[in-house]
């Protein structure tokens, strides 16, 4: 399966940390499904133009809270059982990405009712 991560110049979430969410969204959303491979630490790396050492943070983190499992010789996949988040943790992380918009949106002197009006626009599917 080939699967995409972009990341955003514009936020101030850290590189690693994308790249993390994005894996995990795409098992929660089942773009990703337990079993499939991800790519290797320097295909990925070199596809973002990282540090290898950036892909392999993720990883580590993805890795240790069971999203993914690491096959000696054979590769990275979504680890077995791993077919989305709860309701509880899919709000949490919800929350936080939320968060980090607001905050990114006032650090770019929005106001709140500016970020209030595109959130409604963007629920609206506008």
């Given at each position: 399966?080939?699967?995409?991560?972009?990341?955003?110049?514009?936020?101030?979430?850290?590189?690693?940390?994308?790249i993390?969410?994005?894996?995990r969204?795409a098992v929660a959303?089942?773009?990703?499904?337990?079993?499939?491979?991800?790519?290797?630490?320097?295909?990925?790396?070199?596809?973002?133009r990282?540090?290898?050492?950036?892909?392999?943070?993720?990883?580590?983190e993805?890795?240790?809270t069971?999203?993914i499992?690491?096959?000696?010789?054979?590769?990275?996949?979504v680890?077995?059982g791993?077919?989305?988040?709860?309701?509880?943790?899919t709000?949490?992380?919800?929350e936080?990405?939320?968060?980090?918009?607001?905050?990114?949106?006032?650090?770019?002197?929005?106001?709140?009712?500016?970020?209030r009006?595109?959130?409604n626009?963007?629920?609206?599917g506008r």
């Amino acid at each position: 399966m080939t699967f995409f991560v972009h990341l955003d110049e514009a936020t101030a979430l850290p590189r690693y940390l994308q790249i993390v969410r994005q894996v995990r969204l795409a098992v929660a959303a089942v773009s990703l499904r337990a079993g499939d491979q991800l790519p290797a630490v320097r295909e990925l790396a070199a596809r973002l133009r990282v540090n290898p050492g950036t892909v392999v943070k993720a990883y580590d983190e993805l890795e240790s809270t069971g999203v993914i499992e690491r096959r000696q010789g054979s590769g990275t996949f979504v680890a077995p059982g791993k077919t989305g988040f709860g309701a509880r943790e899919t709000r949490r992380w919800i929350e936080k990405a939320v968060r980090g918009v607001v905050a990114d949106a006032r650090r770019l002197g929005l106001s709140d009712a500016e970020v209030r009006e595109i959130l409604n626009e963007t629920l609206k599917g506008r």
